[in-house]
């Protein structure tokens, strides 16, 4: 698949290759629908350095079907918690005044504002808000409607794979470009704890076969996989922020705290530094290295005026600061100015 979108602009921001890595703050469950607690993730969030906080317009009305599904999630100091999905979705929801402000205090800050859809009414209100992305979850793959209605606005559309296949994928990116959607931010992403399966080869194959950036959207606070994906080619990183994990609500456990995502951060800065270049190059220190790892040729033999010099009466040996050992080809056949002894290390001075 091919397309002109590889690389997306949001804001003052370039993501895709040749670009440094885009950071984003997972605040979509941390801020527990309390307005004032999601200013101030914001705030941190800005100290911290990233490039956007994302957050989630769930509606669960809208959304839920059943009410009484349940969901049981990991706390911190209290174990294994248990609530149903409506209650723990109305706790996150917020009126589109307060959204508005939550989106304007983003901006005020130099930060995306980015925000999964869940249903489709969600769409025009993050249009009237102020979105340069629509987001949705892996769990929306099959909404053709809402995929189709993000597409009609002619925006990016950002998508965590998760229960996606090659096809599903395909599929799902044709519904949005068929409607008029302009470009696609992938998000490698799972729901497991079984390594075998996690297939992080899944990043470059993507950003290959269909074109876009593609970033990786970790479900916990495991650094490991996040410091892999960067040397598979990753464009986006997304990470969940909260204030305090002891908070008793679901996504407090698998976050990092403040303190524990400035070093992430810090590393994910720092192995991005390390990608180099698209060539091979060696390194300021090995450079300097090199004039005592590198072998100079040296007799192994002694030799007379006049004599020639050939292979057998040379040896490679440290320091490299004579005649290099990848010169020996022109050095046999010389013949020698004087008398030299063995063990000499030879200039090229001392024949003609």
């Keep these: 698949m091919h397309n002109s979108f590889s690389t997306i602009k949001l804001g003052s921001k370039i993501i895709g290759d040749g670009h440094p890595i885009y950071i984003m703050a997972d605040l979509g469950l941390t801020n527990g629908g309390d307005l004032d607690r999601s200013l101030k993730l914001i705030d941190k969030a800005a100290e911290l350095g990233v490039d956007a906080v994302k957050f989630q317009m769930i509606e669960p009305e809208k959304l839920l079907g059943d009410k009484l599904a349940e969901y049981t999630y990991q706390t911190l100091k209290n174990g294994l918690k248990t609530e149903k999905y409506y209650n723990m979705f109305s706790k996150l929801s917020y009126s589109e005044s307060e959204w508005k402000t939550i989106a304007d205090y983003a901006k005020s800050k130099k930060l995306e504002f980015i925000c999964t859809a869940h249903v489709i009414e969600a769409v025009a ?133 403040p303190n524990e995502f400035s070093l992430w951060i810090k590393r994910v800065k720092e192995l991005e530094s390390s990608l180099g270049f698209y060539s091979v190059l060696p390194t300021d220190d090995d450079m300097k290295i090199s004039k005592i790892g590198f072998k100079s040729l040296y007799l192994n033999q002694d030799i007379k005026k006049n004599e020639i010099i050939s292979n057998v009466m040379i040896s490679a040996k440290r320091p490299g600061d004579g005649i290099l050992a990848d010169k020996i080809d022109d050095v046999c056949g010389k013949t020698a100015r004087h008398d030299i002894k063995k063990g000499t290390k030879l200039k090229w001075e001392d024949f003609y």
């Design 125 to 257: 209100v993050l249009e009237r808000v102020g979105v340069n992305i629509h987001k949705i979850c892996t769990w929306s793959m099959n909404h053709k409607r809402l995929v189709q209605e993000i597409g009609k606005t002619k925006k990016p559309l950002m998508l965590d794979t998760g229960m996606f296949t090659t096809s599903t994928l395909l599929r799902t990116l044709n519904w949005h470009i068929e409607c008029g959607g302009l470009g696609v931010i992938i998000l490698h992403d799972f729901h497991t704890l079984n390594t075998s399966q996690m297939n992080f080869r899944a990043i470059p194959f993507m950003k290959k076969n269909f074109g876009y950036p593609v970033g990786y959207t970790p479900q916990g606070r495991d650094k490991d996989m996040d410091f892999m994906s960067i040397g598979l080619g990753v464009n986006v990183l997304e990470k969940r922020l909260t204030l305090d994990r002891s908070i008793p609500e679901n996504g407090h456990f698998k976050s990092l705290e």
